[in-house]
């Protein structure tokens, strides 16, 4: 059984910070791409931003200059440090990730989601 569980989630005022952090466990063998995906209310799902397993990176136009995607490889973790935030950033943030588990062949899995709010 894998899961990825994510926090860092609030409310935060237009042009503060937040930083997200989605850890993987259970049977890992290993963990390709992993990304950060947010849905706003009446909005589908969108692509934030990614991370390749070399630290490759990509990012939505949306948030380019003011997210950073990041991983620990060790602690099978990845962040999203999000600066500048805006009262559009506001959404449900989702963890993403490719794993090849012990028992389980390689699968997509998602995190619950954490409720990130912009306002004054």
């Known amino acids: 059984q894998v899961q990825l569980v994510e926090s860092g989630g609030g409310l935060v005022q237009p042009g503060g910070s937040l930083r997200l952090s989605c850890a993987a466990s259970g049977s890992i063998f290993s963990i390709y791409a992993m990304g950060w995906y947010r849905q706003a209310p009446g909005k589908q799902r969108e692509l934030v931003a990614a991370i390749t397993s070399g630290g490759s990176t990509n990012y939505a136009d949306s948030v380019k200059g003011r997210f950073t995607i990041s991983r620990d490889n060790a602690k099978n973790t990845v962040y999203l440090q999000m600066n500048s935030l805006k009262p559009e950033d506001t959404a449900v943030y989702y963890c993403?990730?490719?794993?090849?588990?012990?028992?389980?062949?390689?699968?997509?899995?998602w995190g619950q989601g954490t409720q990130v709010t912009v306002s004054s």
């Open positions: 993403n990730a490719d794993i090849v588990g012990t028992v389980v062949a390689g699968t997509n899995y």
